[in-house]
């Protein structure tokens, strides 16, 4: 954890009643330098926080915008909840696991994209629908998937 | 103090507690009031993760969970409504959605609360046909504890426990919601001087100690009151026993000494019971019977005592208050001076072991034994209990009389050489660091021919030709003489103790 991401964090704690409502904030910040927190970064957030490690880590794999491993340069993230389910999201998932050659969760190995599925992101009227980093993409079939992923760089 | 009601009848409970902490202070739960509930530990932080412990209360519309609520004054309390009880099916219904169902093979069968609460509040039968999750069964979690994921209901009681207790926080729980696991923290194992304390607290067969596992179905054992002998804290114990053999050491609760817990240590002390015992009597080398070895101790200082010869008596801080009484009575006898103690030391920490590794030191200072460090003799009689005492020490003894439970060095050196009863084969009372004293009752029967200290010392001194000893010994009569005459111990009387001991003055 570099010192300034250190000093943000402790600014951060006057903000919140007890400390550790600060955490989640801290996470992100922590996250922000390597796009993943690792066991170095979670030990380092517990002696910032005065919590044991294993308590930072239990927030780390609760939610999913969260990162423990190195991740691609993009996110392509499938929503396989209920309605995307049913228009075919499965099957479009499954074919962007053959298509780069990964399964869901994993990074291909230049780098370029971390592939994986989530729940419902909220899109269900233009089902289904995947998530590049920030950006939705909706209404696809699996072809139009396949593009939207050659497409990043 | 408020005043609440709980199925019709009023309590008055202590102020600013929760429901289920105010009436477990008051020792209702789980004797007249009956709310179950996982998560909950009376000694741990409060989770509120299981929702067991639903209760109605009045003037409120939903169910309340007993163990977050705090009491207020005229509060109405029930705890077995139709609401109550189909919440509890719904409640059990979910945390066995994914359990394996494994209780022939699952050592807590028998003190699971999972198949306790599903016979008393649970549904007949599961109204889903998925595949259950499958997870992982027996990983050892470190060097004491085993884990099988499948039956953890994900209470956290283990992980609060870890924490909050000797905080070294090696496990956690990992993911979300049917995804989530309980799981070692990385790189860490299970791994403290207190860890097989998550088994006891674990409600179900998710934990269990490497130790005991597999050893016997628990329905054969007994759980008999005990104190542990393993340093000066005294925690309080039950032993597990059947076939009169001693299959493990629980905590029993005594909040003044040990609350809910004990160190694996001395949890592993049970084996002393049955390990390296000293087992016949012996004079020199040879076997000998247990009366020609009172006989030739008696010979032994009535001889010293004719001729002037110097006798030395040594307690031990193993010894009980009454053994250690009968020691002084026959050094008095003899005019042979107080008797030493020599007290093993080690590490001590901020929870519950102490730097004495021994149960009864404090008992043995109050009864006037005095602490030494350095050689015995010389002298013609030592008259010795226990064997905190390397050999090295006796040099310059004519003749060393050994009373003692275990093997050690000593036993080679000694000439005359009797074994004890050990703690658990009698009854008696120690007094520990804080002044409590406690009583220890016998758990098993002997498995070879031997008596309590007081009584081989009162053969002793029978033949030894002393006035004023039967030759037998009363425990009970002798803690009555302490209680009366010696103020250490006023009041304070092994017919009258109870299962969580006295503070003496
Ligand atoms: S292992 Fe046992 S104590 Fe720990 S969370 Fe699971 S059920 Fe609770
Ligand atoms: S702390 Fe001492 S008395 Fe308590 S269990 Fe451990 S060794 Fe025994
Ligand atoms: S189910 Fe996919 S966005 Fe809601
Ligand atoms: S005991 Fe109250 S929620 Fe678990």
């Known amino acids: 954890m570099t010192p300034e991401t250190r000093k943000k964090i402790e600014t951060l704690f006057e903000r919140y009643p007890r400390k550790r409502g600060a955490l989640l904030p801290a996470i992100y910040l922590t996250q922000a330098e390597k796009g993943y927190v690792d066991r170095e970064a979670a030990q380092d957030l517990a002696e910032l926080f005065e919590i044991p490690p294993v308590a930072v880590w239990e927030v780390l794999s609760f939610y999913n915008m969260f990162y423990t491993e190195p991740q691609g340069r993009h996110h392509v993230y499938v929503c396989t909840n209920l309605s995307c389910s049913l228009r075919g999201a499965r099957t479009m998932l499954k074919s962007l696991e053959a298509h780069l050659g990964v399964k869901a969760g994993q990074t291909t190995s230049d780098g370029r994209v971390t592939l994986g599925h989530e729940e419902c992101l909220g899109s269900c009227g233009t089902a289904p629908m995947l998530r590049v980093n920030s950006d939705y993409h909706e209404n696809l079939d699996t072809d139009e998937a396949k593009r939207i992923v050659d497409s990043l760089e | ?505």
């Open chain 2, 1 to 505: 103090m408020p005043k609440i009601t709980v199925d019709g009848t009023e309590y008055e409970v202590p102020e600013g507690k929760m429901m289920l902490q105010a009436l477990d202070d008051l020792g209702l739960l789980l004797t007249e009031i009956d709310i179950p509930h996982y998560c909950w530990h009376p000694k741990l932080s409060i989770d509120g993760s299981c929702r067991m412990c639903q209760v109605e209360v009045e003037g409120t519309p939903k169910l309340q969970i007993a163990c977050n609520t705090p009491v207020r004054d005229g509060m109405v309390i029930r705890t077995n409504t139709e609401q109550v009880r189909t919440a509890q099916r719904g409640v059990m219904e979910l945390l066995l959605i994914n359990h394996p169902l494994d209780c022939p093979i699952c050592d807590q069968a028998g003190e699971c609360k999972l198949q306790d609460f599903a016979v008393r509040y649970g549904l007949e039968h599961a109204r889903t046909r998925d595949p259950r999750r499958p997870a992982k069964k027996g990983t050892p979690l470190g060097p004491t504890i085993m884990l099988d994921q499948e039956r953890c209901i994900l209470c956290r009681r283990c992980v609060r426990f870890c924490r909050e207790i000797p905080k070294t926080g090696e496990i956690g729980v990992f993911a979300r919601g049917d995804h989530s696991l309980l799981e070692v923290f990385s790189g860490m194992e299970l791994d403290n001087p207190y860890s097989m304390n998550v088994a006891d607290i674990c409600p179900v067969g998710a934990l269990t100690t490497r130790d005991f596992r597999f050893k016997i179905r628990v329905w054969f054992l007994e759980d008999r009151e005990t104190v542990c002998n393993q340093c000066a804290n005294g925690c309080n114990l039950y032993a597990s026993v059947a076939y009169n053999k001693v299959y493990r050491y629980l905590p029993r609760r005594n909040d003044g000494v040990n609350e809910t817990w004990i160190c694996d240590y001395g949890r592993m002390s049970y084996r002393t019971i049955r390990e390296n015992r000293l087992d016949e009597p012996r004079l020199g080398r040879s076997t000998a019977t247990y009366s020609a070895a009172i006989r030739r101790a008696g010979e032994g200082l009535r001889q010293a005592r004719d001729s002037g010869g110097r006798i030395v008596g040594v307690g031990s801080a193993f010894a009980a208050n009454e053994d250690l009484f009968v020691l002084r009575q026959l050094l008095d006898g003899l005019s042979a001076g107080p008797g030493l103690l020599v007290v093993p030391t080690g590490k001590a920490d901020e929870l519950l072991i102490k730097e004495e590794k021994a149960p009864n030191a404090a008992g043995a200072r109050l009864l006037g034994f005095e602490e030494s460090s350095g050689p015995v003799g010389p002298a013609a009689v030592a008259l010795v209990l226990g064997h905190a005492l390397p050999a090295e020490a006796f040099e310059g003894v004519e003749t060393l009389i050994l009373i003692d439970t275990h093997r050690s060095p000593l036993v080679e050196r000694a000439d005359v050489v009797l074994p004890a009863r050990y703690f658990a084969e009698k009854v008696g009372t120690f007094v520990n660091h804080a002044r409590r004293i406690q009583r220890f009752l016998p758990v098993v029967e002997p498995v070879f021919e031997c008596e309590p200290e007081g009584q081989v010392l009162q053969r002793i001194a029978v033949a030894a030709g002393l006035d004023g000893f039967s030759g037998t010994y009363d425990p009970f009569e002798i803690s009555k003489r302490l209680a009366e005459e010696a103020t250490a111990f006023a009041g304070a009387e092994l017919g009258t103790l109870d299962d969580q001991g006295q503070e003496i003055p």
